[in-house]
């Protein structure tokens, strides 16, 4: 790996940690109660891997008014609360990051407040300290490349040698906008009943169903 990537960018909701069922389920909760009433398909297919921009900006176009000032507020301290009390890292993600051989980041469309708080209840946050970037840093978050290529930017790796680890469909289609390389993860918990990896079958994507599996392809390469 080290001849191959000069620097090894992290997603991580869904990827760090297995994070995205209790984030999904809230982000539904808070939606019904302020008076959206859509599925847990439609939050997956819509908002997983984006921007709290997104989930806004698609409220106005469904009810025709913006959300309340306190939902953003609303849903953190519900989903705050979830994560203190299930949240846990990814299985192996500890075993991966301590045999890393290769500088490495983490690049969210969480804010820096849920990211912090992510890795801290995780026990991941003394990997990801002062290497962790966020989509309110930059103009357009994903599928726009503008994240990754800050990431890059900042710790000092050309884009065509990076390496992104991904599981959503917006983030892969970030990591391809940014010329990078990119493999798929999907070995999270919120993805164990939903079949909807079509990216993956046109696309020259690896995937991958563990983190083992991701050490062992990081040895290879």
Known sequence: MRETFDLLIFDCDGVLIDSEVISTRTLLETLRGHGLEVDLGYVRKTYLGRSMSVVK???LRLVGRDLSETFEADFLARLFSAYRRDLSATTGVKDLLDNLT????MATSSSIERAMLSLEVT???PYF???????SMVKRGKPAPDLFLLAAVEQGAEPHRCLVIEDSEVGVLAAQNAAMAVW?????????DYDDLSLDRNADVPVFDSMRDVAAALRAD
């Open 57 to 59: 900006k698609d409220y």
């Open 102 to 105: 290769v500088p490495f980041c």
């Open 123 to 125: 026990g991941l946050l």
């Open 129 to 135: 300290e002062g290497r962790i970037f966020c989509a």
């Open 184 to 192: 798929r993860f999907v070995g999270g918990s919120h993805l164990k």
